[in-house]
């Protein structure tokens, strides 16, 4: 292929036609390469690289993203959440889709009276430092996914960077 023009591999120049599904694409970064680096995004990031998931549904798609950019997404397994106030609202319906589909949900405090409020279960983990502590729960293997959003304050800031980083060094997705 390296190469050969586009036109002699069939593709013609111009509006390609239109083509059926939902088409997602995921930066690659390499976070898990730079030690004490904030995982978050800011408008200095670049990505190293794209790629895309193509499928019928949005959560295939994005399943495929996900995947080829180097994250290993479980169907099953443990999920960590630990929200800010103005996100706990929004995190209700993800939390429930989870559960529906089986994941066991571990949360901290605040995030797990959100969920009880709603009907889902969850099991309190304790914050950083405390008794059952979160991070040794990610770096123990226990947990598959994490959602964690950022909060105003310097001790939650704190907290959110490590849990962020911790998930990073341990290969655990970490949806922020």
Request: aromatic share 6%; net charge negative; with cysteine.
């Amino acid at each position: 292929i390296i190469g050969d023009k586009l036109v002699d591999l069939g593709y013609q120049p111009g509006i390609q036609p239109y083509t059926e599904g939902v088409f997602v694409k995921a930066p690659v970064f390499s976070f898990n390469k730079l030690k004490n680096v904030a995982i978050t995004l800011g408008p200095d990031m670049k990505s190293t690289g794209e790629v895309m998931g193509t499928d019928a549904t949005m959560e295939k798609a994005l399943f495929k993203g996900l995947t080829a950019s180097g994250m290993e997404v479980k169907d099953h397994g443990t999920v960590l959440m630990t929200v800010s106030d103005k996100d706990k609202d929004e995190i209700v319906s993800i939390a429930q889709r989870l559960n529906e589909v089986g994941y066991r949900i571990l949360a901290t405090q605040g995030t797990a009276r959100k969920l009880a409020e709603n009907n889902i279960p969850s099991e309190v983990v304790g914050k950083i430092g405390g008794e059952d502590d979160l991070l040794t729960r990610i770096q123990n293997g226990e947990v598959q996914i994490v959602v964690n959003t950022m909060t105003k304050g310097k001790e939650f800031e704190r907290d959110g960077f490590q849990i962020r980083r911790a998930s990073v060094e341990n290969g655990v997705p970490c949806l922020t």
